[in-house]
């Protein structure tokens, strides 16, 4: 069954450097996983057009949706969309759009600082919600978010329905075993079900289990069938409990 795949680039100095922990790749990890996209990579990259567009000539092709996060705002270092649009070979240019709406708003107020805000790579989409003061913008597979966790929050809720797939089915089972002991009963479970995605998660010092193991597939039988025979693999007295 074929899935839809994405990536995250990260843009911004202030987590390279540890200023700033970033928060928005996992929030979107969780959110693509919800919605049935495979997420295949996060990249973090410095405030540099030409790094931002090396990453954007690499990941625009190898997966359906690409999301950046940081570098949108109107202070010198929001570079993403000069390093978006030279990674696609376009210019940078005014959203007559956006002009016309900044310079509304603010007046006589307007400076360059505010129409830097305008400013988006030649042949960008703007996708509209009535409940943000500011458009997405979208260039082709490139879907351009800010850093602000609780923007990118609104404006990923407000586009997330465009990305929907076949969800992942998921089953759990928590076992009082470590994995030395179980090792044996995975690798015959993923012979026997080799499209399960099947993982293993060691817990330290916690009272209830050792390890955690997570059963995934967009075919609700086949890992119903393949949790019922990991089950039935797993040392007698192994299993604490089951999700």
């Known amino acids: ?37 495979a997420l295949r990579r996060i990249l973090t990259v410095p405030d540099e057009p030409e790094t931002i567009a090396m990453a954007i ?3 625009r092709g190898s997966y359906d949706h690409v999301f950046t996060s940081g570098g949108v705002g109107p202070t010198h270092d929001d570079v993403t969309m000069e390093g978006i649009a030279l990674g696609l070979g376009r210019r940078v240019i005014r959203h007559p759009d956006l002009e016309a709406g900044i310079r509304g708003y603010l007046g006589e107020k307007v400076n360059d600082a505010h129409l830097k805000m305008a400013e988006v790579p030649e042949g960008a989409t703007l996708i509209q919600d009535p409940s943000l003061n500011f458009p997405t913008i979208q260039v082709e597979n490139i879907y351009v978010l800010p850093g602000i966790p609780e923007i990118l929050r609104k404006k990923f809720e407000s586009l997330k329905e465009r990305f929907s797939d076949a969800p992942y089915y998921v089953r759990v089972i928590y076992t009082c075993c470590n994995e030395s002991a179980i090792a044996s009963s995975l690798h015959r479970a993923l012979e026997e079900f080799p499209a399960l995605m099947l993982g293993s998660y060691p817990k330290l010092d916690d009272p209830e289990y050792r390890v955690k193991l997570t059963l995934e597939s967009k075919d609700g039988d086949y890992v ?6 990991l089950v039935a693999l797993l040392p007698m007295g192994a299993v604490v409990r089951t999700e």
């Not at 100095?13 to 922990?21: A, P, R």
């Not at 119903?224 to 025979?229: C, E, L, N, S, W």
């Open 1 to 37: 069954m074929t899935e839809p795949t994405a990536a995250i680039l990260v843009i911004g100095n202030e987590i390279l450097s540890g200023k700033v922990v970033d928060t928005n790749s996992p929030f979107l990890a969780a959110e693509l996983r919800k919605l049935g996209v």
């Open 224 to 229: 119903q069938r393949a949790f019922d025979r």
């Open 57 to 59: 000539q690499d990941l």
